[in-house]
């Protein structure tokens, strides 16, 4: 469906399987990446981003977040996180649904927060659920922040006040 903007994006690294679904170009945004298997919940967040002066990627699991960002998907892969991850694109922000097939939210956070190359990354938990337990364990394991869906732009002010998105 959406494509890369029409100017010319700055060059990847090579991966092999993913492809950005959508990227602005401007260096001096920051870029974050917007991961959620629910394609209505991903343009939304994406289309906030996108008014908020970010540069988006986007995925539509755990898996291919995890490709992106140069961690694999594997279970063998904790020797190639660190090397693979310095290859991988730079994202400033990871916003990410917790209610996922395969991968949850929450297993995407243990990764990156695993990976020595991408722990300061900071990780955003979003969930149409509001369960105070699922909340703090996020919270333990990392997370900056826990949103409820749907996202507002109120919600992208609270990311700028957080010094989430910069």
Not at 66 to 83: A, V
Request: charged share 25%; aromatic share 4%; net charge neutral.
């Amino acid at each position: 469906m959406a494509s890369l903007s029409s100017s010319s994006p700055p060059p990847r690294p090579a991966s092999s399987s993913y492809s950005p679904k959508r990227s602005t170009d401007n260096g001096s945004e920051p870029h974050v990446l917007a991961v959620d298997d629910n394609l209505i919940d991903r343009k939304i967040v994406e289309k906030l981003l996108i008014n908020s002066s970010c540069k988006v990627t986007t995925a539509e699991n755990g898996l291919r977040a995890l490709e992106y960002l140069g961690l694999g998907g594997g279970e063998d892969d904790d020797q190639k996180n660190t090397s693979e991850a310095t290859t991988g694109s730079k994202v400033n922000l990871i916003i990410t649904d917790y209610c996922m097939p395969g991968m949850t939210g929450y297993d995407l956070l243990k990764k990156v927060k695993e990976s020595n190359a991408m722990k300061e990354i900071p990780v955003v938990i979003m969930s149409s659920e509001n369960i105070p337990t699922r909340i703090n364990m996020c919270l333990e394991e990392g997370a900056r922040m826990f949103m409820l869906k749907p996202l507002k732009q109120s919600d992208m002010k609270k990311l700028k006040e957080a010094n989430l998105m910069t």
